[in-house]
């Protein structure tokens, strides 16, 4: 393995020295999959689920036991497009492993069979389809699963944003991979979503096809003692130093958000040469709200008037549990409570805000990416505080 210059890992696969906690996460998850158990994984967004995956995939117990697959498919919007990714995922999974599992992958799809390019060189086939040559995307996945139970070793599938395939056009697709999926005996599936809410109802929706199918992992933020402990020890293994208390401050502002807080300290360690300072944790976050800004601003484009005012209104709050009452109405010059609903909804729907569930119950919203909550308030005169 290469040096780690760096120890707070905010892309690719984090080194188990460089992961965070998650012990019971991943106890369970391992423990989960070894007694051949399919699991699905609700977390909000950008809380470590990825990495989990990764971590628990490189766990003894299954490192070099299994077959071990992660697919992505926020970016998918229909069956064919789900399909493609899974293939091509699986595809690039098998190539580094040699001649004779590439040639397993290519004779098992024979419903691709005229579409394999060869490299002159190497003799070895190449995954070059577009998307057209889905043309009988059922058919290829069914393929798919039955070299999956062919393989020599068990298998591991894990599928991330699966809440994507709710959105999909064709109106059976959960229906279609339940019909697969149930039969197979050598593969074992992994869950996971963002969008809890649509995740929840796929998986506890009583007459939906994976109702009751999969035993549930809820992913929380690590504890803020863990994280803070994590933090300075990472500073200290390279002789630098930072106090508790600015850690604290940090996993305040970001929510307990993984991927904020990693970000927030990469920039921060790497700007550090002794001592990591107030000053420089600020200038670290504004530098990278200074990177996101025309990001947020192609969002926020997309965004109507009305839903917009109701997102800015969340983020100088920073979170809402009545956002229909008078008050919050009022307090923030909103047209009624029947807009505000509606808002609510196309703001969820848009993946913008988030919620909870407070002690009594109650929802409680929020933006989903913590720097869209640092930039708003910044740039409506709120301004940071750490």
Known sequence: MSEINNPFVVKGRIPAACFCDR????EKLTRE??????????SSRRLGKTGLIQHCFDQPAISGHYYTFFVDILETSSLQEFVYKLSSQLFETLKPMGRKFVDFFVNSLKSLQAGWTYDPLSGMPKFT?????????????????????QADRRCIVAIDEFQQIAKYPEKNVEAVLRGFIQHLKNCDFIFAGSERHLLAEMFSAYGRPFYNSTSTLNLDPIPK???TEFV???FLRYK???EAEFVGRIYDLCEGNTFCMQKIFNTAFSLTDKECTLEILLGSILDILADKERDYQNILSQVTSRPKEVLFAIANDGFVDRPTSSTFVRCHYLVSA????????QLLQNDLITFSLGCNGRKIYRLSDPFLKMWIRQATGYGLEI
């Open 129 to 149: 389809f577009s998307m057209g040559a889905f043309t009988k995307p059922e058919v290829t996945l069914g393929e798919i699963f039955a070299m999956l139970e």
């Open 338 to 345: 029947s807009s505000v609903q509606s808002a609510i909804k």
């Open 23 to 26: 012990v019971a996460e991943t």
């Open 33 to 42: 999959l070894l007694n051949g158990n399919d699991v699905v994984i609700m």
């Open 225 to 227: 003692d863990r994280y």
């Open 240 to 242: 630098k130093s930072i």
């Open 232 to 234: 300075t020890g990472n």
